[in-house]
């Protein structure tokens, strides 16, 4: 039986986590109104629960569930099995959080009226810069 880590992230918006997750290849991500169970790579039901569910059998034939957990201060924690960290570790992790700071700005930008009119990664860094533009009429 795998060992979950919890892991604190700055996510606060479920429908964006659950987007970030989709533009990073997850095609199948479960979203709760309360906690779920997760289940461990045997199928069996694990005590942990989270808001938003990666269920195992989108992520390996011997993985554990991957769940985002709100937190009481509204936050999202990541709940990764032992075994899947060596996969979705910190660095993973920050891929999330940049797609879902991505995904934060561009909603912002639009709702005050902004366009993106250009976007570029640093390659190096992975860093993405936006140029917006207001829209106008």
């Known amino acids: 039986m795998s060992h979950y880590t919890k892991l604190r992230t700055a996510i606060t918006d479920q429908d964006r986590l659950v987007a970030a997750l989709n533009d990073l290849g997850f095609d199948h991500v479960e979203s709760h109104s309360s906690p779920t169970h997760l289940y461990g790579y045997q199928g069996d039901e694990r005590p942990e629960k989270a808001e938003v569910v990666v269920r195992r059998r989108y992520i390996g034939a011997a993985s554990n569930d991957l769940g ?70």
């Open 68 to 137: 985002f957990h709100r937190t009481p201060d509204g936050t999202f924690e990541a709940i990764i099995s032992g075994y899947d960290r060596r996969k979705y570790d910190a660095g993973w992790l920050g891929k999330v959080s940049q797609r879902y700071g991505r995904l934060t700005a561009m909603a912002f930008a639009e709702s005050r009226g902004f366009d993106v009119a250009a976007e570029e990664t640093d390659r190096r860094t992975g860093e993405v810069r936006l140029t917006l533009r207001r829209t106008t009429f």
